[in-house]
């Protein structure tokens, strides 16, 4: 099975990355599983406008996927624009693409209908895409559901170029995330960077126990009994928790006369505890910018290498390559 994700690098990762996608992209890689997984640099330029920050994102990203469990004996990692072949590939899917099938798609549509300026960038965004999954010949994209409609437009695309000059891709299939992996911010809405909402995964924790004592709560008195599964702050807690310490939170909510702040303050212990191990790996990551910087270079060669042979493919069925003389 041939796996393939990417991951936008638009500042740290935060609890909602993780536990939303990382921990199950990991939980992916394994013997019987062939995994590609990129830094999605040429996607983040449709938002980041800044050289040294993009780079700086770029580089931050690579080392907090392989703190986190990220294995490149098992996976393959690698930042998007070092496999130029994969812009190639866009170009020739992007030659049969129609305008209708992209003028439908959510993220364009939400920023026109916001009177927010689109550029070719975003209006393209899902036919580059298509070429990052198709360039592997990827089976399995695990995605949200709020990324199904790309998989959809990857498999439209490529079914289109095989219909007209013969069977060249692979049809992808999404696996769509846990759907339970959905992480509260801190103030209730979905963690996101666009809302200024999140807890990030690396963060101190003396500044993570700060931020985790300013979520914000209802104002119900404390004797007052509450329902643990209707509250983000008990959400939270319930990622790191045990089977036990969870039922143990649940019958305190249940029975009232607590404070939140007891709630938050046993949230901040497990959560650091938890990150622990991946913070101690960073640091020594960090310590070895040429051995992450190695790591990418050989992903890359090995993403190129595949890549390589689906772009031939493609220009041989398409006709965007002479045939070589005998």
């Excluded at 920050?53 to 490149?72: E, F, I, K, S």
């Excluded at 928790?241 to 939140?260: C, I, K, N, P, T």
């Excluded at 709630?263 to 101690?280: D, M, N, Q, S």
Aim: with cysteine; aromatic share 8%.
């Amino acid at each position: 099975m041939r796996v393939l994700s990417g991951i936008q690098p638009t500042g740290r990762f935060h609890w909602g990355n993780y536990f939303g996608a990382i921990r199950q992209y990991i939980d992916l890689q394994g013997d019987r599983t062939k995994a590609f997984y990129f830094i999605a640099n040429l996607h983040a330029l449709t938002t980041i406008r800044d050289r040294d920050a993009l780079m700086r994102y770029t580089l931050d990203a690579a080392m907090d996927l392989l703190a986190l469990g990220l294995d490149p004996e098992k996976a393959t990692l690698f930042v998007q624009s070092d496999v130029p072949e994969v812009s190639e590939l866009c170009w020739l899917l992007m030659t049969g693409t129609p305008m209708g099938l992209l003028e439908r798609c959510v993220a364009y549509k939400d920023k026109k209908a916001k009177g927010l300026s689109a550029d070719a960038g975003l209006f393209t965004y899902p036919v580059l895409m298509a070429a990052d999954i198709l360039a592997y010949d990827s089976e399995i994209v695990p995605v949200g559901e709020d990324q199904i409609q790309h998989i959809e437009v990857c498999r439209d695309l490529a079914a289109s170029f095989n219909h007209e000059f013969g069977q060249t891709f692979v049809l992808p299939k999404a696996k769509i995330l846990d759907r339970s992996a959905r992480v509260p911010g801190t103030d209730g809405e979905k963690m996101s960077k666009s809302y200024n909402n999140t807890l990030a995964v690396f963060e101190e924790p003396a500044v993570l126990r700060k931020q985790i004592m300013r979520i914000v709560t209802d104002s119900r008195p404390m004797e007052q009994p509450k329902d643990p599964e209707s509250d983000h702050l008990f959400q939270l807690y319930s990622l790191f928790a045990s089977d036990s310490q969870r039922e143990e939170m649940a019958a305190l909510y249940r029975r009232g006369g607590f404070g939140y702040g007891e709630v938050k303050k046993a949230l901040a212990e497990l959560a650091i505890e938890f990150f622990a191990p991946a913070r101690e790996r960073r640091k020594e990551l960090e310590a070895q910018p040429r051995r992450v910087r190695e790591i990418l270079g050989d992903g890359a060669a090995t993403a190129r290498t595949k890549a390589s042979a689906v772009l031939r493919r493609a220009q041989d069925a398409c006709g965007a390559r002479l045939p070589e003389i005998c």
